[in-house]
Every structure is written in C-alpha cells, then in structure tokens.
C-alpha cells in the first residue's frame, strides 16, 4: 500500500491528480519501515479512495467469477466420480452375482471389490486399445455434459438415457479388451488380496 502511494503520488502532478496549486498541501504522516513522512496533496486522497475502490470491486468481481468456475469444476468432478462408479459396479455385475449372494456377503463384497479393482486397473493399462477407451470416454461425456437426448429435467427418462450409455459402454470396453489382458489384471488383484 505504501509502495502505490508513492508511485501515485511521483506521477500525480504528470496526471494532473493534484488541486490547483493556490492550496496548500496538506501533510500526512505515513509510517513506513523507515518511518518516512510523505506529503500528499488533498486530491490525492481522493484518488487514491477511488482506486481502492475499484480494486475492491474488481477483486469481488473476480471473486464471484472464480467462485462460479470453481463450483462448475466441482460438479463436473462429482459427475465423473458417479460415472466411474456405475461403470466399475456394470463391470462386474452379471447373473453370477445372485449365486455369491447365497454363500453370504462377504463372498458378493470380495467379488464387488476384487471386480471394480480389475476394471480400473483394465482402464489404466496402458496396453488397453483406443477404441475401448474412446467408448468410455464418449459414455463419460455424454453421462458429464447437460444436452442429452432426453433432458435431464424429465427425472427418469432423463438419467435413464445416461445410465443405458454408461452400462452399455462399459460392458463394450470389456468385451473389446484382449481376455489376456482382463485374466493378467483379474490374477494381480486376486493374488494382491490373497497376499
């Protein structure tokens, strides 16, 4: 702040900031870290509220602006999260589910768990093809952004179009990826659990 106010005050008589020169100017102390005295003319003080003002107003303003970006990052992400969830639940859910929830719920969890484990590791490798991966990212798309086909004001047809996608594209990527690939990964997971 003492810096500003010395640079206005050198270039305030190029600006013509200052009064006309028949007032006297009036002396402000400001204690600086040498404990300086600068003299100020009374416009000057003027001025310089003017401009703190507008810098206030400006930094409210990109305040609000950040704050608005900040909250549509922050729901693009959450969007994603439920993306990434209902697609590692879809790759693993299958009719042999119904059959490990007959040896109780520690048996369903461990396949759940084991089952999203592979899925993402799956995703990651970078041995996956592009055309599995493009899938998935045109579903994560299409879950993220807001024109779908139907809108998702209408409640049920408008998330049931995104969840037809997401399961669809997900059991697609699986099917696309090498088995050798998904049984290496499927293996890793079952061993690191067993370890």
């Known amino acids: 702040m003492l810096l500003g106010a010395l640079v206005l005050s050198a270039w305030s008589p190029a600006l013509g900031l200052l009064e006309p020169a028949g007032e006297p100017p009036a002396a402000v102390q400001t204690a600086g870290s040498a404990g300086?005295?600068?003299?100020?003319?009374?416009?000057?003080?003027?001025?310089?509220?003017?401009?703190?003002?507008?810098?206030?107003?400006?930094?409210e303003r990109f305040a609000d602006a950040l704050g608005e970006a900040g909250t549509l990052w922050f729901w693009?992400?959450?969007?994603?999260?439920?993306?990434?969830?209902?697609a590692a639940f879809t790759s693993v859910a299958d009719f042999r589910m119904l059959d490990l929830r007959r040896q109780g719920r520690?048996?369903?969890s461990r396949y759940l768990g084991h089952g999203m484990r592979t899925f993402f590791r799956v995703l990651r490798d970078r041995r996956t093809p592009w055309l599995p991966r493009l899938l998935i990212i045109g579903a994560m798309l299409y879950w993220v952004l807001p024109r779908d086909l139907f809108p998702d004001e209408t409640f049920?047809?408008?998330l049931l179009d995104d969840f037809v996608i997401a399961v669809c594209a997900?059991?697609?990527?699986?099917?696309?990826?090498?088995?050798?690939?998904?049984?290496?990964?499927?293996?890793?997971?079952?061993?690191?659990?067993?370890?």
């Open 36 to 59: 300086s005295v600068l003299a100020f003319a009374p416009g000057l003080g003027r001025t310089m509220k003017r401009v703190r003002t507008r810098m206030e107003h400006s930094g």
């Open 76 to 86: 693009i992400l959450i969007a994603m999260a439920e993306f990434f969830v209902v």
């Open 106 to 108: 520690g048996a369903l």
């Open 156 to 158: 049920v047809p408008g």
């Open 170 to 195: 997900t059991k697609a990527f699986l099917r696309l990826c090498p088995d050798t690939l998904v049984a290496k990964h499927a293996a890793d997971v079952e061993a690191q659990a067993h370890a």
